[in-house]
């Protein structure tokens, strides 16, 4: 079979922006629909090596050089801005990329002035319906079309996930975040994280004196936290407090953390990609590395021989691994929230370099 395939990408988020440029370019023909007409208000994230090198692949190296700013180190203190560790990122991505810090605002526009295709805004899938010779959409516009594949980048509360498995369902992490991009006049020039008990506020500059700030609190009970961010933070350092002042804080976007573990992934047709298929609490700091990474892989599997459920089974074989080591360092990062601090605190000032290389060191392979 030639590359000619017909593709439908629903949701244009990091992964479906990914995923359509990614089939594009080996000349599938491609659609994607978006339900939003207008992309939310993002925050800001910290890109791994391994992002940047994914998303480099996609054609983007040089919007990174420009606009996003060069993290060098990983700065681990306590909640009083007492240090524990510098995890040094020459050391744990030699030879992959340099790591940065970008507003999702910029990174989205990229994508989009990368994908060589129009996003069709406004429109959902209505129905789906997959047979022998291929899938039957209708939109909500109105139109209906006829795919040979159809890719489920519909984020975390994916709907085409409850096509693939309608069991499948989402896990609450045990977090609730707030999340806000504010002026760095504090200077902070390193992704630097202050950890309370249960509580962490990070600082990462996303280019252009630009600060993103990301603060979580771990509860059983997202929905009897409130959003008074400041009062959980009035024990940190003089600086954290100072960002909470920011007027930025107080139109914070807050955000309950979740995570999708069905490996199903995919029926004979449709396939799921990015947070549809693997959403994880963002610990690892990993969703856009792994959405980029996905793509690339598909677009790959599915230019391969065989019967096109063939080609979608190499890609999840190929991803199923990759992912799920991410979900469960993640996991596991996450349970230390409830160690004492004090233990906590010793053993990352003894041990974070080789935390560190243990958690990201497979993932500096190629996907
Ligand atoms: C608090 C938090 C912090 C994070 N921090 C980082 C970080 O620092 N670094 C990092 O790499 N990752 C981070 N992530 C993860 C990262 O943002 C995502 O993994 C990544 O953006 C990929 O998302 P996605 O494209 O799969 O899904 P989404 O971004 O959710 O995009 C899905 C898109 O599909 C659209 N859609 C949904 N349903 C439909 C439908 N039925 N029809 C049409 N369109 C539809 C949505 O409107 C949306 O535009 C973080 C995540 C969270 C929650």
Redesign the pocket.
Known sequence: MSNALSVLV???????IAAATALDRRGFSVDI????TQ??AG??????GN?VRALTELGLGAVLDADAAPIRTQRLLDHRGRELADIDMAQLWQGVAQPVGIT?DRLRSALVDNLGLTIQAG???RELTESESGVEVSFSDGSSGHYDVVVG????????RRIVNPDAGVRYAGQI?W?FVTANTAGIDNWTVWLGRGTTFLA?PVGKDRLYC?ADLSTPEPAAVGAQLAQHFSHFDDQVRGLLAAPEAAGAYV?V?EEATDPTWRTRRVVL????AH??S?TM???????VEDALVLAESLCGSGEIEQRLERYRQRRLPRTQWVQARARRRDSTRSLAPAIRNTVLRLAAPRIYARDYGLLRAQP
């Open positions: 629903v949701g244009a988020g990091v992964a479906g629909v978006e339900r939003r992309s939310p925050a800001g994230l910290f890109l791994p992002a999702h429109v959902t899938v980048a519909d984020g975390v509360h994916s709907e085409l975040c999340r990462v990301y955000s953390i990609i990015g947070d549809a959403a994880s963002p700091a990993q969703g856009v590395a792994m959405s």
